[in-house]
């Protein structure tokens, strides 16, 4: 059967050929006979080497090539070849849904960003879970927002260019406009010794497109009608719609269909109820005439130096001046970094605790040079069980003593150079902190469990000098952007309700419905319900695309060999066209003891938080103290004041009662000589 079968294929090739053999020698008469049959030729030639090629057989092919085909023959009623051709099928759509499963079965079969991402979380679980310290060092340099090199050089963001153009305001071009008008109108009067103060401000408008008309026509850009009715003013050649208005909107004496004038007056002196608020001037054909103006004014004032004060910082106003005000040149970038940034470090020493929920740190803020040397350094540690938070608050006594000077302790009138604060019972007893703090942490890192896998990356550390410092053997690269960013933040704010809404439901005694945490979590949650967490992501794109500042975040977290946390470092760009300036800080945190036992702020982190440091001030009690005092005194001055305050009723009373009385006296001699004077 199987021989007949390729017989069968093998007649039907050679009928095709046959055909088309046929079909070329059909008609061998006419004029183009010799170039018809040279073309026939070649195409017979052509067609029959492809018919050939697929209905060849192999020599090699047997009569079981059938079996191992995964093409079932229903015509061959043989229960054997049958149960073959059924395996062989079977074992093909195995192997198809194997490699179907390699390509997208991420958890069998992980790509190299899926495999990146668990080492990482891995490492993440494994370091919040066990007792560490931490060294830090940060550092800072600005580099300009646009490149030399870019393309976008001398180009400004489209908020910038919004903001600019909206506070334009070509003084110096309208004055001259307006010189030129009054010229015209008289020609003998002497515009020479013309006053600003003159110039009345309700024609702003008016001047305003006449100064910016008449710096287009400078350009050649403006039309014909519109020139002559901004320079020149309206006149009769000024081109009028079937209702008597021209261009503006203004009929032949001034006024628009609602019957205001251009200073919106009406014929009785009342003025327009309403004039368009702040969005009154975003009017597009006015912005992109006042945007040709102010582009055409900077053109001038880079070629033409006499043109500078056309384009003074006051054609913009505050506005512009502040604009101008927080835009670094290149040359400031250059000292900032020279000056500050390349003396300035920001360093820390950091110990935690997880089952007592401890985290004890030295901040750092260092400035030195050959000159100069200062350091400002504050203890912090805080304590989610026991729901108090410790600080020495030597940098801030300055402040305090500003504030409350007669009740701030010198430093060498405390008995410890820490003190600690504690949440009021009544914030605790409705969420305690340690609750709140395992919430937060469980969301962080289940929320970085749902980020895509693109994000992750393996990166190689071979040229890393970093990496051989801690002795790393692989790095994992995440990088969080606007978007990956603001899904970060909505899944946290997600996964932290959550958690304690499953803390609120555990404890039905402490929770009644009448709770306010029970509430909050229920509105909470219901908005929730309303957007997914990548629309947070969105939503800070859209600031970053409008918004004066852009920002992202690159994370390189070096493991060793069994996927343990060594270090990390971090690379964050904040930064933004109206600043003129991306402001790079360079984080670099080591987590080996080493480090951290000779670091120079480990004795403080000692002295202060460590086994034998003195107990630290209650910040509660010197707070109810100082408030009881206060209270003691205000009561006191009240005291005083009741005091005072009845003491001179009484004097006030008895020197008005003789006054009074004496006056009365007075009054009945003078009636009596005046009723003897009448008499007489």
Not at 179 to 193: A, H, I, R
Not at 226 to 240: C, E, H, K, V
Not at 401 to 424: C, D, I, K
Request: net charge negative.
């Amino acid at each position: 059967m199987p021989s007949d079968h390729m017989n069968n294929r093998n007649r039907q090739c050679y009928s095709e050929v046959a055909h088309h053999h046929s079909t070329i020698h059909h008609n061998n008469n006419g004029p183009v006979y010799q170039t018809c049959k040279l073309t026939s030729i070649a195409l017979l030639v052509s067609s029959a080497s492809l018919v050939l090629a697929g209905c060849q057989s192999s020599p090699a092919v047997s009569s079981n090539a059938s079996v191992s085909s995964t093409l079932m023959d229903f015509s061959v009623a043989d229960a054997g070849q049958s149960q073959r051709q059924g395996r062989a099928f079977t074992a093909s759509q195995n192997a198809q849904a194997e490699r179907y499963a390699q390509l997208f079965d991420q958890d069998k079969y992980p790509s190299t960003e899926n495999q990146a991402k668990s080492h990482l979380l891995t490492a993440i679980r494994q370091h919040l879970a066990t007792e560490h310290v931490a060294v830090t060092q940060a550092n800072y340099q600005s580099v300009p927002f646009i490149d030399a090199d870019s393309i976008d050089t001398g180009a400004s963001s489209l908020l910038r260019t919004i903001i600019e153009t909206y506070a334009y305001q070509p003084e110096s071009a309208y004055i001259d406009d307006y010189n030129e008008s009054g010229s015209n109108d008289n020609d003998e009067s002497d515009n020479s010794g013309y006053d600003n103060s003159d110039y009345d401000e309700s024609n702003a408008d008016d001047v305003e497109r006449r100064a910016i008309a008449a710096i287009l026509a400078e350009a050649g850009e403006n039309e014909p009608a519109r020139d002559s009715y901004y320079s020149s003013g309206a006149n009769d050649d000024t081109i009028l719609d079937e209702d008597g208005y021209d261009v503006d909107g203004y009929d032949e004496y001034g006024y628009d269909r609602d019957g205001y004038d251009h200073d919106g007056y009406n014929e009785y002196g009342n003025e327009r109820e309403s004039r368009g608020g702040l969005l009154s001037g975003m009017n597009p054909k006015t912005m992109a005439a006042k945007y040709e103006a102010m582009q055409l004014a900077k053109q001038r004032a880079e070629t033409e130096p006499s043109a500078t004060n056309n384009l003074s910082a006051s054609s913009t106003g505050l506005i512009g001046n502040l604009l101008s005000m927080f835009h670094r040149t290149p040359e400031q970038i250059a000292a900032t970094n020279a000056y500050q940034y390349q003396n300035l470090t920001f360093n820390s020493v950091s110990q935690y605790h997880p089952k007592q929920r401890q985290l004890q740190s030295v901040y750092s803020y260092d400035y030195v040079t050959p000159t100069i040397s200062a350091s400002i350094q504050i203890p912090l540690a805080f304590d989610f069980n026991n729901s108090n938070v410790t600080v020495d608050p030597s940098a801030i006594m300055p402040i305090v003593a500003l504030a409350n000077p007669e009740h701030t302790p010198l430093p060498t009138q405390m008995a410890s150079h820490t003190v600690r604060f504690g949440l009021p019972e009544s914030i605790t007893a409705q969420l305690p902190p340690a609750v709140l703090y395992d919430a937060v942490l469980n969301a962080i890192q289940s929320s970085m469990a749902e980020l895509a896998p693109e994000h992750f990356s393996a990166v190689d550390i071979s040229g890393d000098a970093f990496a051989k410092e801690v002795g790393a053997t692989r790095a994992v690269k995440v990088y969080f952007g606007s978007q990956q960013s603001g899904e970060m933040i909505g899944k946290t704010l997600k996964y932290v309700t959550q958690s304690l809404q499953e803390y609120v439901d555990a404890n039905p005694n402490k929770y009644p419905d009448s709770a306010v945490l029970k509430a909050a979590l229920a509105k909470i949650q219901l908005y929730n319900k309303g957007y997914q967490s990548a629309d947070v992501g969105s939503l800070l794109q859209l600031i970053e695309a409008i918004g004066p500042i852009s920002f992202n975040q690159i994370n390189y977290y070096y493991l060793d060999s069994s996927d343990r946390l060594l270090a990390k470092q971090q690379r964050v760009n904040i930064g933004g066209d109206l600043m003129g300036s991306t402001t790079t800080m360079l984080n670099q945190v080591r987590y080996d003891k080493a480090s951290f036992n000779r670091h120079a702020l480990t004795p403080l982190l000692t002295e202060s938080f460590g086994a034998n440091a003195v107990p630290s001030i209650d910040g509660n009690a010197w707070i109810a103290e100082q408030r009881q005092q206060k209270d003691r005194l205000q009561t006191a001055r009240y005291v005083r004041y009741d005091y005072e305050d009845g003491s001179s009723i009484d004097d006030y009373s008895n020197d008005e009662y003789d006054r009074n009385h004496s006056e009365e006296a007075v009054d009945e001699s003078d009636v009596d000589e005046a009723t003897d004077a009448a008499e007489q």
